[in-house]
């Protein structure tokens, strides 16, 4: 395995002492196939203990480590840094109050996610044993049930730089989860919520979200699915 | 907690969708900007026809006329990427849409070149 050095830029903001964010330059010797957590792990352990990120499960399935490298929102932890050439800009998402250095407030992101319903809504008397469904009937939720909400694709979208108060591409795909599911019966309840000035119509199919998704999930043909639904509804 | 106020991160466009939307709404200004200054000036007939035809005369120039093929060309962009949009939206394109954006384009860019044509050849 060969060892490169490379100058990596990190957005570094410390609420104590700054009043914008600033670049920081760190040089190092890292492995080709080395990710993105690897080179902040290996900062942070050995050169300068201070800089704050998330990371879990460095398996690509918590969805802590979601950071914008070099222009564009990816998962530190699967992203490997020969996807990159010459300096490797490390920021923190963008869209997202910044609390310090790659560590954003993400709890607009999740009330907004709350808003939808995340969770199964039945009305009729719950069956025995299991709760089945068909491989067809699962085949409408098959992807978007991999969400991660790293919310990469949120922080992505420029109709939320726009305004904050748009539910965002991972709120609305976790509506278009539970309304598709068949085992839901929620369906109506949530269309009404996602049905609003600042819901689903504020997607202007921009496809920066499926760009970002690391679990390459479709999530704009979703959101089209769902706006189908509402209009079919409507009518 | 910093919350950058900046609108839009034009380091982010880099993807087709994101030119095309960006591109979308920046011929729509246009669009807005022209249908303005159409309606001001057939406004002048107000003026009586003196006044028309003068203005009419100044239009009547080179640079007009090439000002009307850019026109032109911004009308079909706007028009085709609407319908893109709409097939996105509605007809399941989104999973082949950046194929649809560069038939769009083709299909405007054939048009531009067409109308373009006409317009300088009635110069």
């Known amino acids: ?235 | 907690m910093y919350k950058d106020k900046k609108f839009f991160d034009l380091g982010y466009y880099k993807f087709t969708g994101s030119w095309a939307w960006m591109l979308h709404r920046l011929s729509g200004l246009a669009l807005i900007f022209y249908l303005s200054a159409h309606i001001w000036v057939i406004s002048t007939i107000s003026k009586g026809p003196e006044g028309f035809d003068r203005v009419m005369g100044v239009l009547a120039s080179p640079l007009f006329k090439l000002l009307e093929v850019g026109l032109w060309g911004i009308i079909l962009f706007h028009a085709f990427n609407g319908i893109r949009v709409v097939i996105v939206d509605f007809w399941k394109g989104s999973l082949h849409h950046k194929k649809l954006f560069f038939i769009m384009i083709f299909i405007a860019f054939l048009l531009w070149v067409a109308g373009g044509y006409l317009i300088v050849s009635h110069m």
């Open chain 1, 1 to 235: 395995m060969s060892k490169e050095k490379r100058i990596i830029k990190i957005l570094r903001y410390d609420p104590a002492n700054d009043k914008k964010p600033h670049w920081v330059d760190y040089t190092g010797e890292f492995d080709s196939d080395s990710t993105i957590l690897d080179v902040l792990n290996d900062i942070h352990w050995k050169t300068d203990g201070s800089l704050a990120y998330r990371r879990s499960c460095r398996s690509g399935i918590c969805g802590s480590c979601a950071m914008k490298v070099n222009g564009q929102n990816i998962l530190a932890c699967e992203t490997p840094i020969h996807k990159f050439k010459g300096k490797i800009k490390i920021e923190p998402l963008p869209g997202f109050a910044i609390i310090k250095d790659l560590v954003v407030d993400m709890d607009l992101f999740f009330e907004k996610l709350k808003k939808v319903k995340p969770y199964l809504v039945v009305d009729k008397p719950l069956p025995d044993k299991e709760f089945t469904q068909s491989p067809e009937e699962f085949e409408y939720i098959r992807e978007s049930v991999t969400c991660i909400l790293c919310g990469a694709c949120t922080s992505s979208c420029p109709s939320l730089w726009g305004n904050e108060d748009y539910l965002g591409p991972a709120a609305l795909l976790k509506a278009y989860r539970f309304i598709f599911d068949t085992r839901d019966d929620g369906a109506n309840e949530r269309m009404d919520i996602v049905n609003d000035k600042n819901g689903i119509w504020r997607c202007h199919t921009i496809f920066n979200c499926m760009e970002a998704c690391p679990k390459d999930i479709k999530i704009t043909e979703y959101l089209s699915r769902l706006k189908v639904k509402i209009v079919e509804n409507s009518i």
